[in-house]
């Protein structure tokens, strides 16, 4: 039963373009939601995170989006950089119990 | 800040051997998370720690894999024997108050 679905397995954007990445969530339960980067033989980093009781985050180029009614959270990157190439890792929390990781987007920036 | 630390980075192994990873967490995080990752999938928790007690082991194969926090800080986990579905990235990570877990680079297994 997978939790975190990220449906689109990859994504192509032109630089300077706006990414958007989704997610779908199906326990009610979640009340907290990140988004990890990772990049080749590297470990997830963190990039940016939101709470349900919010509906948007912003940290410079990023931004979360959270519709909790669809239970649904998209991160908008702007504008797109080379450097934003890699898999975006979203994951979801309830505080009582563990935290759950979708399989991931990888994202492509196109020069 | 020195993020967390693991090695080996890449290990290669025939199946029924043993293998052991090794985790140094940051400094003061009292949380630690193991997990593996499949090739194409995300990551997911195999045990965690709080201090060295452990918190949730439920994903855990407990017939194979074992991991330990001796005194709270460093944490080995170790495989015995391996299955070659056992391939993966093993990733560590550590969490002090906040909801973000910093990860190490990851530990790449490939079972033969």
């Known amino acids: 039963d997978q939790q975190v679905k990220q449906n689109s397995p990859s994504l192509s954007v032109q630089e300077g373009r706006i990414s958007i990445l989704n997610c779908d969530y199906t326990?009610?339960?979640?009340?907290?939601f990140l988004w990890y980067k990772k990049y080749p033989a590297e470990g997830p980093t963190f990039l940016i995170s939101?709470?349900?009781?919010?509906d948007k985050n912003e940290d410079g180029r990023f931004t979360v989006f959270l519709n909790k009614s669809a239970k649904h959270l998209s991160l908008h990157i702007v504008p797109s950089q080379p450097g934003d190439s890699a898999v975006y890792f979203c994951?979801?929390?309830?505080?009582?119990?563990?935290?759950?990781f979708g399989k991931g987007t990888r994202l492509h920036i196109l020069p | 800040e020195a993020g967390v630390a693991q090695s080996p980075r890449y290990k290669i192994i025939e199946k029924r051997q043993s293998v052991a990873f090794w985790c140094n967490p940051i400094s003061g995080h009292a949380t630690l998370y193991w997990y593996q990752q499949i090739l194409g999938q995300g990551p997911k928790l195999l045990i965690q720690?709080?201090?060295?007690?452990?918190?949730?082991d439920s994903q855990l194969p407990k017939d194979r894999f074992s991991a330990e926090r001796l005194k709270g800080v460093d944490s080995t986990l170790k495989i015995q024997p391996a299955k070659l579905e056992d391939s993966a990235v093993y990733l560590c990570?550590?969490?002090?108050?906040?909801?973000?877990?910093?990860f190490g680079p990851g530990t790449r297994l490939t079972v033969t």
């Open positions: 939101i709470s349900s009781i919010k």
């Open positions: 994951a979801a929390w309830n505080r009582d119990d563990k935290i759950i």
């Open positions: 720690f709080q201090n060295n007690g452990v918190v949730d």
């Open positions: 990570a550590s969490r002090y108050a906040g909801d973000e877990q910093y």
């Open positions: 326990n009610s339960m979640f009340d907290y």
